[in-house]
């Protein structure tokens, strides 16, 4: 570094300095929010809800038994799982969620049996008895659910008569669901053609729903505590929710107003003068290759739009496309998967490019046989993708055994659902990209003497990459659920919203010193301090998917005050963008679209982290948020506006590189930038916020049960909120056939290009 003093001027400790101290802190509050997530998952195994060996009625009768669970279980994944309703609130929205809608007819059954004997007692028949006997009926009720008679000594679950007697009830009303579907919930006809897996799903269903009814031993609340909400049973949201509720949003407040104060405080750091056009080298044979996955990413993303678009009609047409009967095809569960399975690809494979594009970029060495391993490397995940979207389809169809379901079909959990065999085979392929990735940047890393500078940071992030998704080999299809949902949002929420937000950090910031828009010890502090509030939050931040899946109470407290803080963090490279981009108008004009796409990205964090992210943070809005349309709010503005548009930048930083000017045409980014955007906002405004808010007030109204129903999922309002989201679908698809233009068109010039290899006398670093 040039600046190797530990003060300066002023006396005060130089940024050397700071960057010598930054490293230690980073890896302290790595030590020990891990250590706080390990230790949360240990208790969210031991205590989570014990699965009966048997269930018994008064009279010793067996009504369900562990077997019957764990296989319904895993039935019950391997046909969809989470992509066709719902347990405890995790999966998709337009089927019933499982645990709330079977909860409800048990009590409806049950009050029935209590009442005058009548085990098909209906919510009419609830609604129209006076207040009083209501209320009465209501206690009664709730004192059959909420008192926990299951037995650690003998493992052994008694229900009451009436519950026994309305359980029976709940087998006959599933057997003919799930035989014959629901076409307003899009559930296909012969969904489940065998008595005994409809029995053994039905059983699982029930014991998700006597998990979240009966109270935690010692505890005034249920296992899922008190969710799903629903008077007639008695769940009502734990007070302390509404505690931790308000300290989250002080955290949030006092969070931002330290990171502001602390940020405006520093001194502007010196920008160096940028050329008005960065000199553009001639690609590298590994560069040209690299550039064909972000063709394949723009392919996937133009598919997975079209699976977005299948899956929201859906909600209009349970049954078919404009008449034509897609179900039979393409049913629900596999638009779904697929829309969020390319969603997770092309996202991955535009930041594995970018890796793949900047280390010859950052260390002005290309290694030999690089361009091939490169070619390996795509083919090989081309096959990863093909072969997982054909494994779910065949999976969702029945096609599968259970077994084989989960090795090469669908795994059943949201956001995770290729089958094992493919994970594991995408889990070498990111091995593989390290070590290409690595020996690329070999260079780099050996001219750098610190471990702790840029370039060992940038390998370091990069090897978070594999390690995370890894964590998806932790659970199986037979594994609890309360433990499986914990690591499976290790991946979720730990991979894609924390490493590969620091990795693509670390470009950006790399590429920004490169290039002069930040000094070398500012691009290295920044990184820092945003990987610092990155993993400072997010790591303890992943509890607060767990609230409700069988967890102990202090998952809502500890999660609710980490996550709070997650809105932070993209922001301060934003700021660094910004401020410089005020005092380099020539270089904002060569990357102009690059760093708006980046912009984009802090603006829609705000938006859809921020905002929308608090229908998921605080414990007493996601009690009655959970498990409705509003989470698609958050995760369309998110993981699009978010890791979409940072996948976007990243690529488009990459073409504009060595992309010839002639073949550099604005208009297809401007068009795809501003469609793009605007049709997000639209898709948000008209169709899925006034959809999501109508659904979260007959939560709070009625229950989950209800705003999960027939009779709202089929109202007026919901298939015409549904239909309003056409013209920013519209908008956004033609931004992304624009954008897909552009990169092919991109491609072709780039493979005009003579090759050359590194080094080369048009390479020239910019002094730091």
Same mark, same amino acid.
């Given at each position: *570094?040039?600046?190797?003093?530990?003060?300066?001027?002023?006396?005060?400790?130089?940024?050397?300095?700071?960057?010598?101290?930054?490293?230690?802190?980073?890896?302290?509050?790595?030590?020990?929010?891990?250590?706080?997530?390990?230790?949360?998952?240990?208790?969210?195994?031991?205590?989570?809800?014990?699965?009966?060996?048997?269930?018994?009625?008064?009279?010793?009768?067996?009504?369900?038994?562990?077997?019957?669970?764990?296989?319904?279980?895993?039935? &019950?994944?391997?046909?969809?799982?989470?992509?066709?309703?719902?347990?405890?609130?995790?999966?998709?929205?337009?089927?019933?969620?499982?645990?709330?809608?079977?909860?409800?007819?048990?009590?409806?059954?049950?009050?029935?049996?209590? &009442?005058?004997?009548?085990?098909?007692?209906?919510?009419?028949?609830?609604?129209?008895?006076?207040?009083?006997?209501?209320?009465?009926?209501?206690?009664?009720?709730?004192?059959?659910?909420?008192?926990?008679?299951?037995?650690?000594?003998?493992?052994?679950?008694?229900?009451?008569?009436?519950?026994?007697?309305?359980?029976?009830?709940?087998?006959?009303?599933?057997?003919?669901?799930?035989?014959?579907?629901?076409?307003?919930?899009?559930?296909?006809?012969?969904?489940?053609?065998?008595?005994?897996?409809?029995?053994?799903?039905?059983?699982?269903?029930?014991?998700?729903?006597?998990?979240?009814?009966?109270?935690?031993?010692?505890?005034?609340?249920?296992?899922?505590?008190?969710?799903?909400?629903?008077?007639?049973?008695?769940?009502?949201?734990?007070?302390?929710?509404?505690?931790?509720?308000?300290?989250?949003?002080?955290?949030?407040?006092?969070?931002?107003?330290?990171?502001?104060?602390?940020?405006?405080?520093?001194?502007?750091?010196?920008?160096?003068?940028?050329?008005?056009?960065?000199?553009?080298?001639?690609?590298?044979?590994?560069?040209?290759?690299?550039?064909?996955?972000?063709?394949?990413?723009?392919?996937?993303?133009?598919?997975?739009?079209?699976?977005? *678009?299948?899956?929201?009609?859906?909600?209009?047409?349970?049954?078919?496309?404009?008449?034509?009967?897609?179900?039979?095809?393409?049913?629900?569960?596999?638009?779904?998967?697929?829309?969020?399975?390319?969603?997770?690809?092309?996202?991955?494979?535009?930041?594995?490019?970018?890796?793949?594009?900047?280390?010859?970029?950052?260390?002005?060495?290309?290694?030999?046989?690089?361009?091939?391993?490169?070619?390996?490397?795509?083919?090989?995940?081309?096959?990863?993708?093909?072969?997982?979207?054909?494994?779910?389809?065949?999976?969702?169809?029945?096609?599968?055994?259970?077994?084989?379901?989960?090795?090469?079909?669908?795994?059943?959990?949201?956001?995770?659902?290729?089958?094992?065999?493919?994970?594991?085979?995408?889990?070498?392929? *990111?091995?593989?990209?390290?070590?290409?990735?690595?020996?690329?940047?070999?260079?780099?890393?050996?001219?750098?003497?610190?471990?702790?500078?840029?370039?060992?940071?940038?390998?370091?992030?990069?090897?978070?990459?594999?390690?995370? &998704?890894?964590?998806?080999?932790?659970?199986?299809?037979?594994?609890?659920?309360?433990?499986?949902?914990?690591?499976?949002?290790?991946?979720?929420?730990?991979?894609?919203?924390?490493?590969?937000?620091?990795?693509?950090?670390?470009?950006?910031? &790399?590429?920004?010193?490169?290039?002069?828009?930040?000094?070398?010890?500012?691009?290295?502090?920044?990184?820092?301090?945003?990987?610092?509030?990155?993993?400072?939050?997010?790591?303890?931040?992943?509890?607060?998917?767990?609230?409700?899946?069988?967890?102990?109470?202090?998952?809502?407290?500890?999660?609710?005050?980490?996550?709070?803080?997650?809105?932070?963090?993209?922001?301060?490279?934003?700021?660094?963008?910004?401020?410089?981009?005020?005092?380099?108008?020539?270089?904002?004009?060569?990357?102009?679209?690059?760093?708006?796409?980046?912009?984009?990205?802090?603006?829609?964090?705000?938006?859809?982290?921020?905002?929308?992210?608090?229908?998921?943070?605080?414990?007493?809005?996601?009690?009655?948020?959970?498990?409705?349309?509003?989470?698609?709010?958050?995760?369309?503005?998110?993981?699009?506006?978010?890791?979409?548009?940072?996948?976007?930048?990243?690529?488009?930083?990459?073409?504009?590189?060595?992309?010839?000017?002639?073949?550099?045409?604005?208009?297809?980014?401007?068009?795809?930038?501003?469609?793009?955007?605007?049709?997000?906002?639209?898709?948000?405004?008209?169709?899925?916020?006034?959809?999501?808010?109508?659904?979260?007030?007959?939560?709070?109204?009625?229950?989950?049960?209800?705003?999960?129903?027939?009779?709202?999922?089929?109202?007026?309002?919901?298939?015409?909120?549904?239909?309003?989201?056409?013209?920013?679908?519209?908008?956004?698809?033609?931004?992304?056939?624009?954008?897909?233009?552009?990169?092919?068109?991109?491609?072709?010039?780039?493979?005009?290009?003579?090759?050359?290899?590194?080094?080369?006398?048009?390479?020239?670093?910019?002094?730091?």
């Amino acid at each position: *570094m040039a600046d190797s003093t530990l003060l300066d001027a002023k006396g005060a400790i130089s940024p050397v300095r700071r960057q010598l101290t930054l490293p230690a802190w980073l890896a302290l509050i790595c030590i020990i929010a891990f250590s706080v997530l390990l230790w949360a998952g240990a208790v969210i195994s031991k205590n989570a809800p014990p699965v009966p060996d048997i269930v018994r009625s008064p009279n010793q009768e067996i009504l369900v038994t562990q077997a019957n669970i764990q296989s319904g279980q895993e039935i &019950y994944l391997s046909r969809g799982g989470q992509d066709i309703g719902s347990i405890w609130g995790h999966g998709s929205y337009l089927a019933p969620d499982w645990t709330a809608d079977v909860l409800h007819r048990w009590g409806l059954a049950t009050a029935g049996i209590l &009442y005058n004997n009548n085990p098909s007692f209906s919510q009419k028949d609830l609604e129209a008895l006076p207040a009083p006997e209501r209320a009465s009926l209501q206690a009664r009720v709730s004192e059959q659910f909420k008192t926990n008679r299951y037995s650690p000594e003998t493992q052994e679950l008694l229900l009451t008569d009436a519950q026994s007697q309305g359980l029976k009830e709940v087998f006959k009303d599933y057997h003919e669901l799930l035989a014959k579907g629901s076409a307003i919930h899009s559930i296909p006809s012969g969904w489940f053609k065998d008595d005994s897996q409809i029995h053994d799903v039905t059983a699982f269903f029930a014991w998700t729903s006597w998990a979240a009814s009966a109270n935690r031993p010692n505890a005034p609340f249920s296992y899922t505590a008190n969710w799903p909400h629903d008077d007639l049973i008695g769940n009502q949201p734990p007070a302390q929710f509404l505690i931790w509720s308000i300290v989250s949003v002080i955290i949030l407040i006092a969070g931002m107003g330290i990171f502001l104060f602390i940020y405006l405080k520093e001194d502007d750091d010196e920008v160096l003068p940028v050329p008005a056009r960065p000199a553009v080298r001639i690609p590298t044979p590994s560069q040209k290759v690299t550039s064909l996955f972000f063709g394949v990413a723009m392919a996937l993303f133009l598919v997975q739009i079209m699976m977005g *678009m299948f899956t929201a009609h859906y909600a209009v047409e349970g049954e078919g496309f404009y008449g034509i009967p897609l179900n039979l095809y393409l049913p629900y569960a596999a638009t779904r998967t697929w829309h969020l399975q390319l969603a997770i690809f092309w996202i991955a494979t535009c930041w594995l490019a970018a890796g793949l594009y900047f280390a010859p970029r950052f260390s002005g060495y290309e290694p030999k046989g690089q361009a091939l391993g490169n070619s390996i490397l795509l083919g090989a995940l081309t096959v990863v993708v093909v072969g997982s979207l054909i494994g779910s389809w065949s999976a969702v169809q029945g096609l599968f055994s259970v077994k084989n379901s989960f090795l090469w079909g669908h795994q059943g959990y949201e956001y995770i659902e290729l089958g094992r065999v493919w994970q594991i085979l995408l889990i070498v392929a *990111m091995i593989f990209w390290l070590w290409l990735l690595y020996r690329g940047f070999k260079p780099a890393l050996q001219k750098e003497k610190s471990p702790t500078g840029l370039s060992h940071f940038f390998l370091y992030s990069a090897i978070t990459i594999p390690l995370f &998704y890894s964590v998806g080999l932790m659970y199986t299809n037979h594994t609890p659920l309360s433990i499986a949902e914990y690591w499976r949002w290790w991946v979720i929420h730990l991979w894609v919203e924390g490493f590969f937000e620091v990795f693509a950090t670390v470009v950006i910031a &790399y590429l920004c010193s490169e290039l002069g828009f930040l000094r070398r010890s500012s691009a290295l502090r920044a990184t820092y301090l945003t990987t610092l509030l990155y993993l400072g939050s997010g790591v303890i931040g992943t509890l607060h998917h767990l609230y409700f899946s069988g967890t102990p109470s202090f998952i809502a407290a500890i999660g609710s005050v980490f996550s709070a803080l997650e809105v932070v963090p993209l922001t301060l490279i934003g700021f660094e963008i910004l401020k410089t981009l005020k005092l380099s108008k020539e270089a904002e004009g060569f990357y102009r679209w690059p760093l708006r796409f980046f912009i984009a990205t802090c603006i829609w964090n705000l938006i859809g982290a921020g905002v929308f992210g608090f229908l998921i943070n605080p414990p007493i809005v996601l009690y009655y948020s959970q498990g409705i349309n509003t989470t698609p709010i958050h995760a369309h503005a998110a993981l699009f506006g978010v890791y979409g548009c940072l996948a976007i930048a990243l690529m488009l930083f990459a073409l504009r590189e060595f992309v010839p000017d002639d073949a550099w045409d604005d208009r297809w980014i401007k068009f795809a930038f501003w469609a793009i955007n605007i049709g997000l906002v639209m898709m948000l405004i008209f169709g899925l916020i006034p959809n999501g808010f109508y659904q979260l007030a007959q939560s709070v109204e009625y229950g989950t049960w209800y705003a999960r129903s027939a009779e709202v999922i089929g109202s007026p309002w919901m298939r015409w909120t549904v239909w309003l989201r056409i013209p920013g679908d519209i908008v956004f698809a033609l931004g992304t056939v624009s954008m897909f233009i552009f990169t092919m068109k991109a491609i072709f010039a780039i493979f005009q290009f003579p090759v050359k290899t590194y080094p080369h006398k048009e390479f020239q670093p910019i002094e730091k």
